[in-house]
C-alpha cells in the first residue's frame, strides 16, 4: 500500500510544483486547475485511446494544459478580469471543452498500452526528479529570476523594464502545464479518465504547498522538493483515513480543514513574532 | 537631456499643470521642494509614465517618450521610491536582486542570472556603501534594515546605466541618521554616474545642501527656479520667507 501512496504522491507532487507556481511565486490563486488536471487526463485517454503512442500523448497533454493556463493569463491580463473569475471562467469552460474531448463522461484505456514500461513508482520518481531540478535550474536563469519578483515585488518587474502582464502569462502556462502533466500520469496510472475528477484539486495542491513548506522548512530542502514532499504526506494522510474508515467523500472536508487549521497557526505564530518585536 | 514641454494635466475637474514647461541639461541634480498638492509626485509620475499628460510633449535625449509604457521607460530611466520595500524583491538575495538588475538592457533569456565573473565588482560596489553589505551577499533582502535596503535600492536604479534618475522623497521613510547616510550615498553615486537627477524632498535643508538647482513647485506651477552660485548661498531662512511668501500671494 505504502508503495501506491508514494506513487500517487509524486503524481500529485507535480500538481502541488503547478500550484506552487501560481499560488507562491506569482501570488495568482489559479483556479484553472480544476480544469486543466482533467484535460491533461482526457486528452491523453483520447489519444492513446485514438493509437497515439503514450508518450506523444503525454507531451500533447502538456501542450494542452499550457494553452488553458494561457487563455487564463490572457483574460486576466488584457481584459482585466480579476485572477479568481479568471480561473473559475477558464476551468468551467474546460469541463465542457473535455466533454467535448472525450465525447462522454469517461474513458477506459485498459487493453492499451501507457508510459509505464518499468515499474510506475521508478518512472514517476524519474520524471518528478527531472522536472524538479529543471524548475530548480529555471528558477535560477534570468528569465525565472524575473518570475520570482513578478509575486514578490509587481513594481520591481516594471522597474526593470518588464511586461508584468507577459511574466503572469508564462507562469500560468508553465503552471497549468504541470498540472495537466499530472492529469496525463494520473490518467494513464488508473488507465482511466473521468470527466468529475478534477473537483477539488485546487484545494489538493493548495494542501500540498501548504503542508509541505510547513514541514519542510529547513535550509537543505528547496522549496520544490518541500512541495513535493508534501504531495506525499498529504497522500499519506489521505490512506491514513480511509483506513480509518472515513468516506472517501468526507475527505474534501478534512483537507479543507486542515488547510484551515494550518493557515490558522501560521497566522496566530506570525501575530505572536509581531507582538515580541 | 529631459525637456518637458507644455505640459497640461488635469485630475477631473481640477487642473494641475497648465503649459508646465523644464529643461533639465545632462549635470543637473535637481532638488524639489513644494507643499503637499504642489505637484511634484505627479511630475515625476508623468515622467515616469506611471501617469499620462492630457497634452503636451516629453523628450529624454531627443526621443519622444511622452506615450511610453511605464516599463519601456523603464529601461531608460530609474526610480527610487519613498517605501524601501519597493526598490528591491525581498526574497531573492541581495546578489541575485543586483545580478538581475545589472542585465536590464540586455533582456531577459535563459542564462544564468548570476554572473559569477561580476561578484566582486557587487562587492566593491557595496562596499563603497559603508553598510557592510558586501558580506551579506546571500542574505535575503527581506532580511536588511529599511536604511540598507534603501541603499541597494539606490544602487540597484542606477546599476543599469540611465538617463534619468527621479528620487521621490527616497529618504523620507528613514530615520534622521540613516536620512543623511543614504543622502551621502546618493550624492556619491551620482558624481560617479554622472546622470541628470530629480529629487523631490520635504527637507528645505536637503534641498539646499544637494544639487545645483532648486525648484519649488506650487499649484503646479514652477514659482522658483533657483540655480548654481545662487543656489550655493541660499539659506533655509531665506527658503521659507520665500515659500510663506509665495503661498500667501497665491492664496490672496
Not at chain 2, 24 to 47: E, P, R
Request: glycine share 8%; aromatic share 6%; proline share 2%.
Amino acid at each position: 500500500m505504502l508503495i501506491s501512496v508514494i506513487e500517487q504522491g509524486l503524481i500529485f507532487g507535480l500538481l502541488a510544483l503547478g500550484v506552487y507556481i501560481t499560488y507562491r511565486i506569482l501570488d495568482f490563486p489559479d483556479l484553472t486547475v480544476d480544469g486543466s488536471i482533467v484535460l491533461g487526463a482526457s486528452v491523453t485517454a483520447v489519444l492513446i485511446t485514438s493509437g497515439y503512442h503514450p508518450m506523444m500523448a503525454t507531451v500533447l497533454a502538456v501542450l494542452s494544459g499550457a494553452i488553458a493556463g494561457f487563455v487564463t493569463g490572457l483574460l486576466h491580463v488584457k481584459l482585466k478580469i480579476s485572477h479568481l473569475l479568471s480561473g473559475i471562467l477558464v476551468m468551467i469552460s474546460l469541463y465542457s471543452k473535455n466533454l467535448r474531448i472525450m465525447n462522454s463522461p469517461n474513458i477506459q484505456f485498459f487493453q492499451y498500452d501507457t508510459i509505464f514500461i518499468i515499474p510506475k513508482w521508478i518512472l514517476l520518481g524519474l520524471v518528478v526528479v527531472v522536472v524538479k531540478l529543471l524548475l530548480d535550474i529555471f528558477f535560477k536563469t534570468k528569465i525565472g529570476m524575473v518570475l520570482r519578483i513578478t509575486g514578490d515585488n509587481p513594481q520591481l518587474i516594471t522597474s526593470l523594464g518588464v511586461d508584468i502582464g507577459k511574466m503572469k502569462i508564462i507562469g500560468l502556462m508553465l503552471s497549468n502545464a504541470l498540472v495537466a502533466l499530472s492529469g496525463a500520469l494520473l490518467a494513464q496510472y488508473q488507465r482511466f479518465s473521468d470527466i468529475n475528477s478534477g473537483t477539488g484539486t485546487i484545494v489538493i495542491g493548495l494542501a500540498s504547498v501548504i503542508i509541505g513548506q510547513s514541514l519542510f522548512k529547513i535550509r537543505l530542502i528547496t522549496n520544490t522538493t518541500a512541495v513535493i514532499l508534501g504531495a506525499t504526506v498529504y497522500k499519506l494522510i489521505q490512506a491514513y483515513t480511509l483506513k480509518l474508515g472515513l468516506l472517501a467523500n468526507d475527505f474534501k472536508l478534512i483537507t479543507a480543514s486542515l488547510i484551515v487549521l494550518i493557515l490558522g497557526i501560521h497566522h496566530l505564530k506570525s501575530q505572536r513574532t509581531d507582538a515580541l518585536c | 537631456m529631459l525637456t518637458l514641454k507644455n505640459i497640461c494635466k488635469s485630475f477631473y475637474e481640477k487642473k494641475l499643470f497648465t503649459n508646465l514647461n523644464l529643461t533639465v541639461s545632462k549635470n543637473d541634480f535637481i532638488t524639489i521642494i513644494g507643499s503637499n498638492g504642489a505637484g511634484k509626485s505627479t511630475l515625476l509620475n508623468l515622467i515616469s509614465g506611471k501617469l499620462q499628460v492630457d497634452s503636451g510633449e516629453i523628450r529624454l535625449n531627443d526621443d519622444d517618450i511622452t506615450y511610453l509604457k511605464p516599463y519601456k521607460k523603464a529601461k531608460r530611466l530609474s526610480r527610487v521610491f519613498q517605501n524601501p520595500l519597493i526598490g528591491t524583491s525581498p526574497s531573492l538575495t541581495i546578489i541575485e536582486n543586483l545580478s538581475i538588475v545589472s542585465t536590464k538592457l540586455q533582456g531577459y533569456g535563459l542564462r544564468f542570472a548570476v554572473n559569477k565573473s561580476k561578484i566582486d565588482d557587487f562587492k566593491s560596489l557595496l562596499k563603497k556603501l559603508k553598510l557592510g553589505l558586501e558580506n551579506e551577499l546571500n542574505t535575503k533582502v527581506g532580511l536588511l534594515s529599511g536604511g540598507q535596503k534603501q541603499a541597494l535600492s539606490l544602487l540597484m536604479a542606477t546599476l543599469a546605466e540611465p538617463e534619468l534618475l527621479l528620487l521621490d522623497e527616497h529618504t523620507a521613510a528613514l530615520d534622521p541618521e540613516t536620512s543623511v547616510t543614504i543622502l551621502k550615498i546618493t550624492d556619491q553615486l551620482i558624481k560617479e554616474k554622472n546622470i541628470p537627477v530629480l529629487m523631490v524632498t520635504h527637507n528645505l535643508q536637503d534641498a539646499i545642501q544637494y544639487g545645483n538647482r532648486l525648484l519649488m513647485l506650487d499649484k503646479g506651477k514652477i514659482v522658483l527656479d533657483i540655480k548654481e552660485k545662487e543656489k550655493k548661498n541660499l539659506k533655509t531662512e531665506d527658503l521659507l520667507l520665500l515659500f510663506s511668501q509665495k503661498s500667501i500671494s497665491l492664496i490672496s
